[in-house]
Nanobody, 130 residues
Framework: QVQLVESGGGSVQAGGSLRLSCAASGYSYSRYSSGCMGWFRQAQGKEREGVAAINIGGSRTYYADSAEGRFTISQDNAKNTLYLQMNSLKPEDTAMYYC????????????????????WGQGTQVTVSL
């Protein structure tokens, strides 16, 4: 089973940027059944929500409305690493951010439903202040 470890979180002021990383181990990232990788977040007292996803080894990406135009998901297959570049951060982006892996069909359907992703990291905290 894949192990996922997030990093790159921190505290920034509104308008700032952060880049989150998700290192995958336990298998070859690019051989993960041509699957689907996603970023999710969970603010205190709220449900976990999808942010963005990308199909492994491919170019299909999709975003939640809240992330469109500000966040960019990308991957480096050689480093077995997923990224989330977050720009123009807002206080409402404050949350624990998680990466997750799912089957290829998940990206094919354009899903950001957390229930569709089977493997999860422990999360990295992002705090945005005014």
């Amino acid at each position: 089973q894949v192990q996922l470890v997030e990093s790159g979180g921190g505290s920034v002021q509104a308008g700032g940027s952060l880049r989150l990383s998700c290192a995958a181990s336990g298998y070859s990232y690019s051989r993960y059944s041509s699957g689907c990788m996603g970023w999710f977040r969970q603010a205190q007292g709220k449900e976990r929500e999808g942010v963005a996803a990308i199909n492994i080894g491919g170019s299909r990406t999709y975003y939640a409305d809240s992330a469109e135009g500000r966040f960019t998901i990308s991957q480096d297959n050689a480093k077995n690493t997923l990224y989330l570049q977050m720009n123009s951060l807002k206080p409402e982006d404050t949350a624990m951010y998680y990466c997750a892996a799912g089957q290829w069909l998940v990206c094919n359907r354009g899903s950001l439903d957390p229930a569709d992703f089977a493997s999860w990291g422990q999360g990295t905290q992002v705090t945005v202040s005014l």
